[in-house]
């Protein structure tokens, strides 16, 4: 499959419906300034932005919610009701995908309490999805912005990582990568992405007021490109529904655009005519594929084979690999995160 299209997009946002300070129509300005196709805003348990959903002059508004008990946060998408927080994780889950909706484990390895946020972290690592989770697929939120963050702000360096924001963002967690690889190599499709989780907090300082991590700096930070064979309809409903097929199947790769963008990276496998991208499935039944990565930048790259580093190289590699697994792309400058692909993969 060769995807023609790729669509830049955010997700996990938050606006006056909830504890975001933002309206609507600031984010959909914020999100269209930043040269965003696409966002998806989950409120805090509540669906009242649902009116805004459709088109704004080139940008798609998607509305879920967020399921926020005082743990365990799971954004819920393409549900027309909210789904109580009341109920446990695997209930709320199950709940989400017998109403036709699917959704995404949020933040899940937070474990720092501090001024700036508590510990919302995803407890039960074993509540992966639905229990019916054959033929299901779920999200699971890699690289959480606001969370990584939060989880570096101590009482020396608050206010150095306020001003200088980069200094408290690193990457996502080395347990969540791993959780995520161990899901997919046992066959419980599980499509990564990268959440801004956007608030646009305002402190007081003693001059005033003050925005802290306005939604359009937020807007250019982690950046999902979903890949697609078609445009986005001008229809709202179907541009939405083709949002919601290229995540579910793990047609994506996310890049932090603080350190450049990737509008157009390849990572393919091919044999001959043949080629297969991102969320694709690829046999090795009629002999060895050469996969390919480029990112169209200097940046180091790697691809990582069922959860280890197979080769790695800076801009591009090429690979022939003769063994099944679940085969994805990383990319970083010098130490900092950068880049993650959604897998392909190979089966025998």
Known sequence: MSS??????????HTTYSDGTGSFPEVIAAA???GLSWIIVTDHDSLEGAPF????DGLLVIVGHEITPDRNHFLALNVDTVVSNQLPPQDFIDEVYARGGFGVIAHPDERVKNSFKDIYRWDDWVVDGPRQREGSVVGLELWNL??????HLTG?????I???PRLGISSPSPATLAWWDRLNIAGRRTFGVGGVDAHAFK???PWGEVVVFPYRWLFGTLTNYLLMDVPLSHDAVTATNQVYAALIGGRSYFVNRLDGDAPAIIFAARRGI???GIGDTASLSDGPLLIEADVGADAYIRIIANGDVLTSGVRCIRQSITEAGVYRLEGYWGSKSWLFSNPIYVSE
């Open 4 to 13: 023609s299209f790729a669509y830049p997009g955010a997700l996990h946002i």
């Open 32 to 34: 269209r300034d930043a």
């Open 53 to 56: 959903a459709g088109w704004h």
């Open 146 to 151: 606001m969370s990584d963050w939060g989880e």
């Open 156 to 160: 020396y360096n608050k206010e150095l």
């Open 162 to 164: 306020f001003l200088l």
């Open 203 to 205: 402190q007081r300082v």
């Open 274 to 276: 043949h080629r297969y």
